[in-house]
């Protein structure tokens, strides 16, 4: 025979193993009450039958019958009090143990079937006897003369018969309940079992143990980071990727995302504040692009998952795309210029004027040359210096002008060069596109050294930040230009103020002498002061 099988489902399992442990329980239950029940109803007929016996005793009648053998004197009153109590029999014997009344007249004259010897010595004695009426609840104490002298026992049956109805009726009641307990803890069994069937979404056990391990593998294999949400904002996991990006601690997990992470524009993204689809962010020196989705709301699987993708190599790729965008529109507008230039000295050399052709040409060529080395002899580090060399190029082809203030010295000692060249390249493109609606205007950075300390500022000339918004302006996602479709906006300003305030510098901006915006940046410890020493 083929034997059934165990249920795949988990709800199915809930609902099976429930009932099995619910109606063991019962039935132990039952039992257990039942063992002391017995036992107690047992007890208590032998301490009916006990004063019964005693009462029997006291009656000085039957102890004259029991001292004179005086068989109808004893049987009638046995009887009547036997039939009064509803004992099942009430024996008188004599000191010999003959019985002087009995149910059964035919046994009277006959010696009890059970030991009368403690109850003739003056003790009281009570127990379950098997007799010639069967198995009985009995109570025997000694019978009496007035002047104390026994004479005989009297020995009290309560039938078994009739502590079993006992037992029966209060059987009934104590099935009944557990009948009822069963069925409640049957019903409630059923009512959680619906209610796991809706939350597994009725999966197999096998199932959810292969989705944990797909799961796992999923989460720490991806390239992105993932951070799960409860509703209350605590984390429930986060993979490897997302502790890498967020700088979580090991023990983030149970705690609320507030909590291991600074106040700022990443903490309202992913703790739902600030709502949106790819929002960037800005978490140290890394770009993130986050997407936060909502779960099922309220009960235990309520909250939210979100997503995190490092942009910032693609970010940096992005801006040297800009940045060789502007030097190819600036290329092109060179060699239109160089065109005319040349076209300038063909009509020269065919009027000859040479003399003129040779100063037209000397001053074209020196030109640039001249601004290439002040910039180079003021900024002694050549990656600003290049750096320097191309916004100037730049600015100057879009009707701008890029200028160093007369005061500025930068020494080739800097610590790092990549972050000052991030710093100053975001403040001069922001100076330069503040400029541009206006067609023209004039930036202007001072750099100059004071010890290890850098200090820096950019101008420009363009119509200012008003001071409510001059907080704001360093705020992630915050932009007053319309964001292209190659990359979003708006995060340019943000990294610079995390890099200076992670090397413990500051950035403040105020009105310049240009009468537009003025960013003065504070760097300590950027240069070499050993450096600056041996130059």
């Known amino acids: 025979m083929k034997l059934p099988r165990w249920p795949r489902r988990v709800f199915a399992q809930l609902l099976l193993s429930q009932t099995v442990v619910t109606v063991g329980v019962t039935t132990v239950t039952a039992g257990l009450f039942l063992a002391p029940v017995s036992s107690e109803l047992d007890h208590d007929a032998m301490q009916r039958a006990l004063s019964i016996a005693q009462a029997t005793a006291t009656d000085e009648t039957i102890a004259r019958a029991a001292a004179a053998r005086d068989v109808v004197t004893a049987q009638r009153n046995a009887e009547q009090i036997r039939l009064a109590t509803g004992a099942s029999f009430v024996v008188v014997t004599d000191l010999d143990g003959i019985r002087l009344s009995h149910t059964d007249p035919g046994r009277i004259g006959h010696r009890v079937s059970t030991d009368p010897e403690p109850a003739l010595s003056g003790r009281s004695v009570t127990a379950i006897q098997q007799g010639t009426l069967g198995r009985t609840a009995r109570g025997k104490v000694p019978l009496r003369m007035a002047d104390g002298r026994i004479v005989g026992e009297v020995s009290v049956g309560i039938s078994d018969d009739s502590i079993r109805r006992r037992l029966l009726k209060m059987l009934t009641g104590i099935l009944l309940c557990a009948g009822a307990g069963l069925a409640a803890g049957t019903v409630a069994t059923l009512a959680l079992a619906r209610r796991l069937k809706r939350r597994t979404h009725n999966i197999a056990l096998a199932d959810i143990s292969a989705l944990l391990v797909e799961r796992e593998a999923m989460l720490h294999g991806i390239r992105e980071g993932m951070v799960a949400l409860d509703e209350r904002g605590r984390i429930r996991l986060a993979n490897d990727e997302a502790v890498r990006l967020l700088g979580l601690p090991e023990d983030c997990t149970g705690r609320p995302i507030a909590e291991v992470l600074p ?60 940045t060789t965008r502007s030097l190819t529109e ?47 002899e003021q900024v002694q580090d050549p990656h600003v210096a290049a750096l320097l060399a191309g916004k100037t190029a730049v600015a100057g082809e879009r009707g701008m002008r890029l200028v160093l203030a007369p005061a500025t010295h930068l020494p080739d000692a800097v610590v790092d060069a990549r972050a000052l060249v991030t710093v100053l390249g975001n403040l001069v493109d922001n100076a330069v596109d503040a400029l541009a609606p206006a067609g023209g205007g004039q930036v202007e950075v001072t750099l100059a050294a004071a010890g290890s300390t850098l200090l820096l500022q950019v101008a420009d000339s363009g119509p200012g930040v008003p001071e409510e918004l001059r907080e704001q302006v360093f705020e992630e996602g915050w932009t007053s230009k319309e964001a292209p479709a190659h990359r979003p906006r708006g995060l340019g300003l943000a990294m610079v103020r995390r890099l200076v305030e992670r090397t413990g510098g500051r950035i403040v901006l105020d009105t310049g002498p240009l009468g537009g915006a003025r960013f003065t940046v504070e760097l300590p410890e950027a240069l070499l002061t050993t450096q600056l020493v041996e130059a």
Do not use: C, Y
């Open 263 to 322: 106040p700022g524009r990443l903490t309202d993204v992913l703790t739902g504040r600030i709502t949106g689809t790819d929002l960037p962010a800005v978490r140290d020196d890394r770009v993130l692009v986050v997407n936060r989705m909502a779960t099922a709301s309220g009960g235990p699987e309520g909250g939210a998952v979100v997503t995190l993708r490092d942009r910032t190599e693609l970010e940096s790729l992005v801006r040297e795309l800009d």
């Open 330 to 376: 600036a290329l092109r507008a060179q060699d239109h210029e160089h065109a005319n230039r040349m076209h300038t000295l063909l009509g020269l050399l065919e009027l000859g004027r040479h003399e003129q052709a040779v100063a037209f040409i000397s001053e074209q060529s020196g030109s640039h040359a001249v601004v290439a080395a002040k910039i180079a």
